[in-house]
């Protein structure tokens, strides 16, 4: 049996969002927001540390 790097939950959620049409775009961010609400919040709105570090990468 080979192991997953990803719990069943989340490859699921990886699935449905293809079968569903929406966009890697649109299924990135509702992983990490799902994942992780507080660190995605806090990023969007610059209030945690890594908003700096990762604000040059939104320009490209």
């Known amino acids: ?16 969002g293809r079968r569903s049409g929406v966009t890697l775009r649109d299924r990135i961010h509702g992983y990490l927001y799902a994942r992780w609400p507080y660190l995605y919040i806090g990023v969007g709105t610059g209030e945690h540390r890594l908003a700096r570090t990762l604000k040059p990468l939104w320009r490209l």
């Open 1 to 16: 049996m080979k192991p997953h790097l990803l719990k069943p939950s989340t490859r699921a959620f990886w699935r449905e």
